[in-house]
């Protein structure tokens, strides 16, 4: 879990960690990561746990939970909703929110629809017409938060209305518009799968490239003169993702195998994951979300940060939408509903990302939306109705946002002691 800068406090126990786990290797980094939880950072433990629990509980009610057709489905149906909470994990480290994502993914789509089928625009514009406008809106959003300080409570109300108003204007008369199944970008939604040869070779890339952003990492504290952690614990990590990965793919190539749709999400966590935790934005993002004014204090210009947030929250919200489009092959009234924006939500705060802002990780996009889909898919399979999944997904929300609150106030009392 990536987390917003650090009190002297933690950064003495981060310094103390290190020193262990150079110094006695694996044994050290286990009982290094034992006195982080002990200490309240809890890290991506529950979520991980917690989606354990929700398969196994499912397979033992159904058999088929598990299984290879099945699993690719649930994989394809995390998309979508997936991109989506990308942007609300952003909102979310600078501790605001959106809740207009719904209906931003329904404007992309009845742009895809429309300017596609019916406007006959090549699909490539109409894709890039589409994902322009979730800029344009995130941009409105971020002028109107920083020129005139309105809430983004408020901005995103008004904007879930509005743009529901803009995407049923665009639609028309028509109530549900059909997208043509040759399209690249239905293919690329429901048929297009990865060949195992390049399943494995992206297995392999991941895992080497873990490997080598650890091995870096502590060649260049070493050079600047600060503890490095211990290679063995590298290579182990690095080793552990290579095997998962390998036996992922296998299982899922004896079925169709790793849908494209998917793979493109995960890219989308990974190259988000890089830049906030990597590049100068990103560590303003974390800084900004932590205290604002100490960040202003610190030469980071705010507005910047905000605008940039707000826009990329909006643009990963109509790439979801297109997604969506694309995966049930229409665009109707009913794009990007409720459920979205609920989903959308509860998958980031599932995932571990704090609703108070300053602590979380664009992995939890993927880790909270495989709980919601799973907790979904299985009682699908159970043949019981929707009422159970927003039930049940309510209760893991709140028990999730319970755990971060634990998990703040333990912090807050280590840190004095």
Not at 83 to 104: E, K, Y
Request: charged letters at 10%; one cysteine or more; a positive charge.
């Amino acid at each position: 879990m990536t987390k917003a800068p650090e009190t002297p406090a933690e950064l003495a126990a981060d310094l103390q960690d290190e020193r262990i786990i150079r110094d006695e290797g694996l044994g050290g980094a286990v009982r290094a990561f034992g006195r982080r939880v002990r200490g309240g950072d809890l890290g991506s433990l529950p979520v991980v746990i917690g989606l354990v629990v929700i398969w196994v509980v499912f397979q033992i009610l159904n058999p088929n939970f598990l299984s290879a057709n099945n699993l690719v489905n649930l994989t394809l149906q995390c998309a979508a909703i997936g991109t989506i909470s990308i942007g609300i994990v952003l909102v979310l480290l600078l501790g605001q929110i959106d809740l207009s994502v719904g209906s931003v993914s329904g404007v992309a789509a009845a742009i895809l629809g429309v300017g596609f089928t019916q406007l006959h625009w090549p699909l490539w514009l109409t894709v890039i017409v589409a994902i322009l406008a979730g800029s344009a809106i995130g941009l409105l959003y971020g002028f109107l938060f920083t020129r005139f300080g309105v809430p983004s409570f408020v901005i995103t109300l008004a904007g879930l209305l509005g743009f529901l108003g803009l995407q049923l204007w665009i639609l028309g008369a028509n109530s549900s518009i059909n997208i043509p199944y040759d399209s690249w970008i239905v293919k690329f939604a429901q048929q297009w799968f990865l060949p195992p040869w390049a399943a494995y070779a992206l297995a392999v890339i991941a895992a080497g490239g873990m490997f080598f952003s650890d091995f870096r990492r502590n060649v260049r504290r070493r050079n600047a003169g600060l503890s490095e952690g211990s290679m063995a614990v590298v290579a182990i990590k690095a080793a552990l993702l290579l095997v998962g990965l390998c036996i992922s793919v296998w299982y899922l190539s004896t079925d169709r195998g790793t849908g494209a749709m998917f793979l493109f999400f995960v890219v989308l966590v990974i190259v988000m994951n890089f830049f906030l935790t990597r590049t100068r934005w990103g560590r303003s993002v974390f800084a900004v979300g932590g205290s604002v004014e100490a960040a202003r204090r610190a030469g980071i210009r705010v507005n910047r940060v905000f605008i940039s947030v707000f826009i990329l929250c909006s643009t990963f919200a109509a790439v979801g939408g297109l997604l969506a489009a694309a995966r049930l092959a229409s665009v109707g009234a009913g794009s990007g509903g409720t459920d979205t924006n609920l989903n959308a939500i509860a998958a980031a705060v599932i995932g571990g990302t704090s609703l108070f802002g300053g602590r979380g990780s664009a992995w939890s996009a993927l880790l909270g939306i495989l709980v919601i889909q799973s907790i979904s898919n299985g009682l699908t399979l159970l043949n019981l109705d929707s009422s159970y999944r927003f039930m049940i997904t309510g209760a893991v929300l709140l028990l999730a946002v319970i755990i971060d609150s634990l998990s703040r106030r333990s912090r807050a009392s280590h840190g004095q002691a």
